[in-house]
């Protein structure tokens, strides 16, 4: 969301109208100058516990590897892919308090924060350098469902209660989307919850409360039960926070709970959660903000110099509620063959009012507040049967999972000026998906293991603007001319694994994914101006080709006694990337693009008491062909990395965790051309110190111990050279939490 042209505030998807940009616009126009963003401005020794196949579909794709690698055969996940699993004992003692912070610990991961951090709302996860497109690009599943939506918002892991999670996996690459199809381009994420089966007695449950800085107070409460078949858990947390800015207080309520029935040939599950958000929205800080737009004006003010707890934008919000029901069953058909079918409906509502920069309200006497309003509503149904199969054919052990996938999404946003006026713009877009996929695993050996795939999958969009003139700001829009397409779309892996002995092994795997424009990215989608005054509105055509991508990647692993490390190397091309266009404000498809580099991760058992663990990750986005060739692409890093260690200093009455992320220096936002300052190289430390005596625990963490002054997004004024904005992330932070297990 751009403001007057020189604050970037709340970047998810619905936030970006048509509408809204074109009022900023033409503020900048008068101003001068402009600063506006892209489409951004989610016993560890012991082996891993079984996955059910109705849980994720990385359960049992790994044939028959595992055997020699000291792993179990259905947590290798894709064969040939590049892999970290992150266990319930890593989230626990991590300092970390966000999932995104905790998911960032793994090489090749990045992170862009905004809106001060807090609790990780508006935190978007990169895998592999997609900079401002990164929430896109990467694709999320809870229990192997999707996350994603069709919206432009991406994927909120704030409102995933984090106590509730058993393990997250994290697959690179793009061969996840044989298996889940759209968003999979830099790898996908699949959070795996707890439930209470195999708890081992009939109940359990957990209360724990927190206190920290900045008017931080939350409260964690679960419960499990397990009784014969049947089984059940329960997941809620509320947080509040009054923000590290101006107008950055947080409140937010989550849960999740399930009822599932468990027997040797028959599960079933009803899942549902929910969520409620309200954030306050503080908008950016900026190096030249021109605070009086009289003639002549001013000197203009360096904000960044001054209070970085200030808002540009102390009024502005945004708000969110959501509901997810899904249910499944998985049957036995014979001995190896299983039938799973589960579906579900998701419901998101979306709010936002933008009152501006009350620093105009004289130089502009005729905005009203607020001068932006947006109310949205996103429905989807789905439906994912699929069929496993496990056979053995002489020596040769054969996996098979194939299945159809079948999404209808139904989007509606209302564009006004005010609450209370009239819609100028209301955008109705439907879009239906339906795929259908295989893949196969073969044991060769006990040490070699192959698999490929492919998935087929057709989209049907409709798309449609009602447009109102007479409604207040009608008169800088235009209609958009309405699209109905169909086109159908494919991706391919195929990878391979071998096992020299238990302590070396190779992997390599290739892979083709696409991803098809969202609804946000087709409502803005040009050309929206002329490029001369009196910069009159063309209508918009929601057309959008689709992204397609193509990735190689090979690499090794070692496991020797306490030791095990893990390093690959990539190289992905991609075509028809989709991007923002800020200075005329509309979406479009970028020249060919190209990502490559390594990544390597290493964990050290020093003893029963002391464990080391460290990443490190060399990422290249560049410009491979058009007007940027060689250029890199804006808001990623080089280099990356992350270092801890955990030490038992005394059983578990005290235990030490402490874990540090840093990155190198990344191109600001809407800098393709490289000709810009750069966001700046830095550091964050995090501690903790924990212990349990009997049935009760606490915690004492410090975020970012050494008070760095950072922040890792940034924007670069399209009209101004030098001229940028920026998000302020906090200082140092303390949390203290207690609780007790019963």
């Not at 589960?342 to 607020?370: E, I, T």
């Not at 060769?444 to 007479?470: E, N, V």
Request: charged share 15%.
């Amino acid at each position: 969301m751009h403001r007057r042209g020189y604050n970037v505030t709340y970047s998810p998807g619905y936030l970006f109208s048509a509408a809204t940009r074109r009022l900023s616009f033409a503020a900048a126009c008068l101003a001068g100058t402009a600063l506006v963003s892209s489409a951004l401005a989610q016993n560890a020794g012991s082996a891993l516990p079984s996955i059910n196949v109705d849980a994720t579909r990385l359960s049992g794709v790994g044939g028959s590897a595992g055997s020699g690698s000291s792993a179990a055969a259905n947590s290798i996940g894709i064969v040939g892919a590049s892999t970290t699993v992150i266990t319930s004992e890593d989230i626990a003692r991590a300092p970390n308090q966000t999932i995104q912070e905790i998911i960032a610990t793994a090489p090749g991961v990045q992170l862009t924060n905004l809106y001060g951090a807090v609790n990780g709302s508006g935190s978007v996860v990169d895998l592999r350098g997609f900079g401002a497109f990164a929430s896109s690009n990467t694709l999320f599943l809870v229990n192997g469902r999707r996350l994603n939506e069709s919206d432009l918002q991406g994927v909120d892991l704030s409102t995933i209660p984090i106590q509730s999670i058993e393990r997250i996996e994290i697959t690179r690459g793009n061969s996840g989307a044989v298996l889940y199809g759209d968003n999979a381009v830099g790898g996908v994420i699949n959070i795996v919850t707890k439930t209470g089966v195999g708890l081992g007695k009939p109940y359990a449950g957990r209360v724990e409360g927190g206190v920290g800085s900045y008017g931080q107070r939350e409260g964690n409460i679960s419960f499990r039960t397990n009784h014969g078949p049947w089984s059940s858990s329960v997941f809620f947390n509320a947080i509040h926070s009054d923000g590290y800015r101006v107008n950055n207080k947080l409140d937010q309520q989550n849960g999740i709970g399930e009822i599932r029935y468990t027997t040797p040939e028959f599960t079933a599950f009803l899942n549902l959660s929910g969520d409620n958000q309200r954030l306050g929205l503080p908008g950016t800080l900026a190096n030249q903000y021109q605070k009086d737009q009289t003639f002549p004006p001013p000197p203009p003010v360096n904000q960044i110099a001054g209070d970085w707890r200030a808002s540009s934008t102390p009024n502005d919000y945004g708000k969110k509620q959501g509901i997810n029901v899904t249910a499944g069953f998985t049957k036995s058909l014979w001995a190896g063959a299983e039938l799973i079918v589960d579906g579900g409906v998701r419901n998101k509502k979306q709010q936002a009012g933008f009152f501006g920069d009350p620093a105009y309200a004289l130089s502009f006497p005729g905005d009203r507040y607020p001068y932006s309003y947006v109310d949205a509503d996103l429905t989807t149904w789905s439906i994912t049967p699929r069929l496993s199969m496990k056979n053995v054919f002489g020596s040769i052990t054969s996996n098979i999972l194939t299945g159809i996938d079948y999404y209808d999404s139904r989007y509606s946003s209302n564009r006004q000026y005010t609450i209370s006026d009239p819609p100028n713009h209301v955008y109705n877009l439907s879009q239906q998906t339906i795929a259908g996929y295989w893949q196969q695993t073969l044991g060769l050996l006990p040490s070699t293991d192959f698999s490929y795939g492919g998935r087929l999958q057709s989209l049907s969009l409709k798309a449609r603007d009602q447009y109102d003139p007479t409604a207040p700001a009608g008169s800088l829009a235009a209609q958009a001319t309405p699209l109905d397409k169909n086109e159908t779309n494919h991706a391919l892996h195929v990878g391979f694994e071998h096992r020299f002995n238990e302590n070396f092994a190779v992997f390599a795997r290739a892979a083709r994914a696409f991803r098809t424009p969202n609804v946000d990215e087709r409502v803005v989608t040009g050309p929206a101006y002329e490029s001369t005054f009196p910069y009159a509105p063309i209508p918009q055509n929601f057309e959008l080709k689709t992204q397609t991508s193509y990735d190689v990647e090979g690499g090794i692993k070692i496991h020797g006694g306490p030791l095990d490390i893990q390093t690959s190397f990539y190289d992905m091309h991609l075509k028809n990337e989709i991007h923002f266009n800020p200075a005329a404000f509309y979406n479009y498809n970028l020249d060919p693009t190209h990502r490559y580099g390594s990544e390597t991760q290493a964990s050290l058992r020093i003893n029963e008491a002391f464990r080391l663990r460290g990443g490190f990750a060399y990422t290249r986005a560049v410009f491979e062909e058009g007007r940027y060739t060689g250029k890199d692409v804006p808001l990623v890093s080089r280099l990356s990395g992350s270092a801890g260690f955990t030490w038992n200093i005394w059983q578990k009455y005290a235990v030490l965790d402490a874990s540090a992320r840093f990155w190198s220096s990344r191109r600001l936002d809407n800098d393709q051309a490289n000709t810009q300052s750069v966001i700046g190289a830095n550091a964050t430390i995090d501690m903790k110190l924990s212990g349990e005596i009997d049935r009760f625990f606490w915690s004492a963490a410090v975020i970012n111990l050494l008070d760095a002054r950072y922040y890792d997004y940034g924007v670069a004024s399209a009209f101004t050279p030098g001229s940028y904005a920026i998000y302020p992330l906090p200082g140092r932070m303390f949390l203290v939490k207690a609780g007790m297990t019963f």
